[in-house]
């Protein structure tokens, strides 16, 4: 009966050892979950606090980890010209240096959006193209995209 006291003993202290290795590996997944959730917090931080346009307003919405591009829209550009119609400034800057900035307008009720203008620059801050677009063609927003969060936020201050 020794015996087998003895390898009952064995078997719990081993089971013991293999609880207190699982809960050590689940907090060392747990703080390598946080660990992993400050880095992008700080990487978002140093992409979203880049701004080509020194002394404007540029807040930072959204980061295609695909493209790598970062979307910012300039907060004291925001016109509210009716209920349901928003004016603002979006750039969107490319890990290059290079960026292009449109002046978008939406119709929030409609749920549709168009270009007035684009400008795109060169990383020296150069203008490459410009463009002046006359005649509204309102682009329906797709689900899911860019345009469809700044939208959101836009829309939210006509209410």
Partial sequence: MTGWYNFTKVVQKNSEIKNKRGKNMFKNKLLSAKFIVILIGIGLLIVCSFSKAEGADWKCFHFSEKTKTTYYFETESIDILSKERVRVWMATVETSGEYNKLFLEFKCEDRVFHILSAIQYDKEDRVKNSYQFETP???????ES??????ETLCLLTK
């Fill in 137 to 143: 063609n309102w682009i329906s927003i797709p689900s």
């Fill in 146 to 151: 860019v345009i469809e969060t700044l939208y």
